[in-house]
């Protein structure tokens, strides 16, 4: 198995290529539903690859994280092949999916990813379920929920976060605060300075750490990770850190400044640990560039991948709606494929 | 249940609180697997007693209270059932519903297709629905059209004994979403219930109660039995034949267009509002299929598009009942 730990220098390297790939896998993807191949909507994790990859690098391969609009990152920091992911994105049958999902709910339940999602906020109530089920049947895993800091304002959040601190239930709450819900400021869906102070409510630990810093990242989840296993519930973690796209891609981010931007670029989370790793002795120059041009490459590979592969056929619209068909869907389908193959739906 | 298919089993009287209770004890001990969470469900028997002292028998573990928090009770149900468990939730009242919505439409009912059928979701909702107890607007709901009309949702609505405890017993087994529509206003209401374990009702199987010649009855809950007592008060003047659909998706066409096609009339009778809903859906499908063996309007009965009033003369105004049923049999035969 492959190391990915920050306590190790084969596990610091990959955590450096795991943060590599996501940046190199979400601009081309940023460039392709640009182009046009990609359709619906994307949302990029440019700018806060420390913290997906910080996250995962200190949970066992076995745990299980749910994810959110925002979800490329997360994908890959949990381990997923980029060459199924990229064909979810095109829409394609050998997709993680197999083309129902896209971008928004791209998804790996085998590998402990429960879903991208495109309800902010959905994502804490299934980690909570899935602590429930960890507890119940009493297995070495914990759940994480990654969740962003405009979810915290929603609803449902707070009852999963206090359903799992009520139950003692080995759960991690991961809020990415990267400063914008949507094209709305922090400040003004808040009243707390520090997302983390929320954890007050539920009296479990909340903490603050630098999103930027896969290092702090990876300490914090560590530590709740030992909590959770400990049966001492739920830990609510907030990462600081900043999206470089917008909201979505297309999105025209009227609502902050060049500056604002460039300002974090210069805490890029790459580049300081990249530089780490090269001040310490784990990392030149010259593998730092073979590192980049292998991943520029499998990228490629991902993208040729989701080219090549095929559309699923029509009829699969029909399937996987329930573990068993039935005659509703199966009347309808008939009706409609016997009277000209589709639904009219046809461009 | 059909008298028919009863008289294979070997029964028990029992209420259909009764045999829900006993459903659930029968899977609790078949599959270790399932637990019940929800409000109140576990030391103090569920508000209206229908988990009554399965905390005592399986502890807290498997009868687990939950806070008074829907979306989380259904989200964590939903992440729980993807993820190597089946849970049995309780929402106290249908009208509570809309709290859980959002984990109901966009998380349980979308996961399994969103992810390309990656995902199994045994997740079973128990939720009572009705007025007839005063219980005011908020608390008398019922909200079943909405569930079935949701795609990647399955919805149950017994009106026997027999079928409150195949029904839910085969919900719990299934592997996706089932929701069963408990009227509250039955949970008395006594019957034959089959003693077997392996006892289950295959979700998407209606049941002909009565068989009869001049006119179908499509009765759904507590309008079942009120259309059994019409049937056999109108015995020797119109021959009724009574079906409960049992689920309400699937819905077992072909069994209401057989009664159909055999008496040309029909009466579709359901406690949901009469808009937009479920009598649409049945009489949808009857028309489709035997259009040209109906004799006269299929008729609805059901609450005429009002929230369930508070005061008794308000209430039994609007709450659709036996006499409804005969009312609307008499205008078409």
Redo the contacts between chains.
């Keep these: 198995m492959t190391d990915y730990t920050l306590e190790t220098e084969a596990g610091r390297r990959e955590s450096l290529r795991r943060m590599l790939t996501i940046r190199e896998f979400d601009t081309k993807a940023g460039q392709y539903f640009a182009d046009g191949e990609i359709p619906g909507f994307v949302h990029l994790y440019i700018g806060e690859e420390a913290v997906a990859v910080g996250t995962c690098a200190a949970l066992d391969p076995d745990d299980l994280i749910s994810s959110t609009h925002r979800g490329h990152g997360h994908c890959i920091a949990k381990g997923l092949d980029t060459e199924l992911m990229m064909a979810e994105l095109f829409g394609k049958e050998d997709g993680y999916c197999n083309g129902k999902g896209g971008s928004m709910h791209i998804a790996d339940v085998e590998s402990g990813m429960l879903g991208a999602n495109g309800i902010v906020g959905a994502g804490p109530p299934l980690a909570t379920g899935a602590a429930l089920s960890i507890d119940y049947q009493d297995r070495d895993q914990v759940a994480l929920a990654f969740l962003g800091d405009g979810a915290v304002a929603q609803g449902q959040v707070h009852e999963a976060i206090n359903l799992a601190s009520t139950w003692d239930l080995p759960a991690i709450f991961l809020v990415e605060n990267n400063r914008y819900g949507e094209a709305t400021p922090v400040e003004k869906q808040h009243n707390l300075s520090q997302l983390s102070d929320t954890a007050q409510a539920y009296d479990i630990p909340g903490l603050t750490v630098d999103g930027m810093d896969v290092t702090a990242v990876a300490e914090a989840v560590k530590e709740a990770r030992k909590r959770a296993r400990a049966g001492d519930g739920p830990t609510l973690i907030e990462a600081e850190t900043y999206r470089y796209r917008g909201h979505y891609e297309g999105d025209e981010q009227n609502y902050r400044t060049d500056e604002e931007l460039e300002q974090w670029q210069e805490r890029d989370a790459i580049d300081s640990f990249k530089r780490r790793l090269i001040d310490r002795g784990e990392l030149t120059e010259d593998d730092f560039e073979e590192m980049q041009a292998a991943i520029e490459e499998a990228i490629a590979d991902a993208i040729e991948y989701a080219q090549e592969s095929e559309f699923p056929a029509p009829e699969e619209a029909y399937d996987d709606m329930f573990s068993e068909s039935v005659p509703e869907i199966e009347a309808f389908a008939e009706r409609i494929r016997t009277d000209g193959g589709s639904n009219g739906g046809d461009a | 249940m059909a008298q028919a298919e009863l008289e294979q089993e070997q029964t028990e009287t029992m209420t259909v609180r009764e045999s829900i209770r006993q459903a659930l004890r029968e899977e609790l001990e078949h599959d270790e ?1 399932v ?1 019940i969470i929800g409000e109140d469900v576990g030391a103090f028997g569920g508000v209206l007693e229908v988990t009554g002292n399965l905390y005592e028998e399986f502890g807290e ?1 498997r009868v687990r209270d ?2 008074i ?1 829907e ?15 089946r ?1 049995v939730a309780e929402l106290m009242f249908s009208d509570f519903t809309g709290v859980a919505m ?2 109901i439409m ?2 349980m009912a979308k ?10 979701m045994p997740v079973t909702v128990r939720t009572t629905e009705g007025g007839g107890m005063g219980a005011a607007s908020q608390h008398s709901g019922t909200i079943h059209s909405w569930i079935s009309h949701f ?2 949702l ?1 919805a149950v609505a017994p009106g026997t004994a027999a079928a409150a405890k195949g029904l839910t017993k085969a919900a719990i087994r ?3 979403p089932v929701f069963v529509f408990e009227n509250k206003m039955i949970y008395e209401q006594q019957g034959e219930v089959p003693t077997d374990v392996e006892y289950t009702i295959p979700i ?1 199987e209606a049941a002909v109660e009565r068989e009869g010649e001049d006119v179908t009855v499509v009765g759904t809950q507590r309008l079942v039995g009120e259309a059994l007592d019409v049937a056999e008060s109108l015995s020797g003047d119109v021959s009724v034949e009574v079906i409960d659909p049992r689920s309400l ?3 077992d ?1 072909d069994t209401i267009v057989e009664s159909v096609k055999k008496t040309g009339r029909m009466v579709v009778a359901d406690e949901s509002p009469l808009s937009y809903g479920t009598h649409a859906e049945i009489i949808a499908r009857a028309q489709e299929e035997a259009f040209f063996s109906l004799d006269a309007p299929i008729q609805r009965v059901g609450t005429p598009d009002t929230h369930m009033p508070f005061s008794t003369p308000l209430e039994q105004e609007v709450l659709p009942g036996g006499e409804d049923v005969k009312d609307a049999i008499r205008r078409i035969t």
Excluded: C, H, V, W
Excluded at chain 2, 111 to 120: A, E, L, N, S
């Design positions: 697997d637990y573990e939950t806070p928090a979306a989380g009770i259904i989200g964590a149900a939903t992440g729980a059932a993807a993820t190597g468990t849970p959002e984990q966009n998380q996961m399994r297709y969103m992810f390309g059928g990656k995902t199994d795609p990647g399955k299934s592997d996706d998407g998706y699937p819905l066409t």
